[in-house]
């Protein structure tokens, strides 16, 4: 009897473990984030990729109540921070903040990259788009992109213009530009949108070709004249900035996007968990109008959307890179 009982006891007591498991085990699923998510910015600080970051990290903090730290891991146009996101563990503790260049743009030209974005990375939430916008010191002797290409037709290859990095989207709107204006740059590459926008303010290159939300500071100062904007529609940002089609080039359209991607094999209700609580972010008005100060454009997808923009992209500029000449060893 003694026997009997203690089995009894043991199967009861397997009972009520089995069932504790499966009560358990939603709310351990439902757990996350239950420590801090590092945000990776593969960019240096004070460019539109940094300033998106922090603003997305500080307004999920804000919201849930969450740790969401930003980190720069800047170099090769944002390739390093993208190749350090791949090798993380794919929890949903380490994402990344990418964008067109370092996840269209940057595996066409640098051949060595151990990783597809379409494969090694899992799109988590589109943030925002943006044009690029040409701009030149407030001081500079351009008062117009008609300016610019009548002085590169008269002395082709004198007239300057910084960049964030060789090959980068923006780099490839310049060239694309000189391309439909039949005229000839002389590009600058810097490492970073900031570094370029120091010099165009110094006047050390002629012109700065960079994200909006990078140059929108400076442009809101006075400091620096946005002579255009080279997406298909003007930018509500900076209403009174012509577009590269107004000034006489049709059909000209070139932009740039953000958005949070995690390593490959991220379990999907990380990624959705992540997701709605960015597009939560994204319509709300305040946060539209931050990142319209910037610059930018909220723009929600769900990931689903997000990876089929990434595919699509990811195929179209292998062509236009390949085009460019462009190559970094």
């Known amino acids: 009897m003694h026997r009997r009982h203690l089995l009894s006891l043991g199967v009861l007591a397997c009972a009520l473990g089995a ?37 997305v990290s500080a307004k999920l903090t804000e919201a849930n109540k969450w740790t969401v730290v930003a980190d720069n891991k800047p170099g090769a146009g944002g390739t390093i921070g993208i190749t350090e996101a791949v090798k993380a563990a794919p929890t949903g503790y380490d994402i990344v903040m990418g964008q067109k260049d370092n996840l269209v743009i940057g595996p066409w030209l640098y051949k060595s990259l151990p990783w597809d974005p379409t494969k090694d990375l899992t799109a988590v939430a589109h943030v925002a788009w943006t044009p690029v916008v040409i701009a030149t010191s407030a001081t500079s002797r351009f008062k117009t992109l008609a300016d610019v290409v009548a002085a590169a037709k008269d002395k082709p290859g004198t007239i300057t213009y ?11 709107a310049g060239h694309l530009f000189e391309q439909a204006a039949g005229i000839k740059l002389s590009h600058v590459p810097y490492k970073g949108s900031n570094p370029a926008l120091m010099d165009a303010l110094a006047g050390n290159v002629d012109l700065l070709v960079s994200s909006l939300p990078s140059a929108m500071g400076q442009i809101k100062s006075g400091k620096l004249r946005p002579l255009a904007v080279t997406s298909a529609k003007r930018s509500s940002s900076a209403p009174d900035v012509p577009t590269v089609a107004e000034s006489g080039f049709k059909g000209f359209d070139v932009s740039t996007w953000y958005g949070l991607m995690a390593p490959a094999g991220t379990p999907a209700s990380v990624v959705q968990t992540l997701n709605t609580e960015v597009n939560k972010l994204l319509a709300q008005a305040d946060v539209q109008a931050a990142i319209q100060a ?17 595919k699509t992209e990811y195929t179209q500029w292998k062509g236009i890179v390949e085009a460019s000449g462009a190559k970094i060893e």
């Open 162 to 172: 910084g960049s964030p990095g060789n090959g980068t989207s923006i780099h490839l």
């Open 294 to 310: 910037q610059g930018a454009e909220a723009q929600a997808m769900t990931p689903a959307e997000f990876g089929t923009l990434l």
């Open 19 to 55: 069932a504790q498991a499966q009560t358990a085990a939603p709310a351990a699923a439902g757990a996350y984030p239950s420590k801090p998510i590092r945000l990776i910015v593969p960019f240096p600080p004070g460019g539109g990729t940094d300033i998106l970051s922090r603003l």
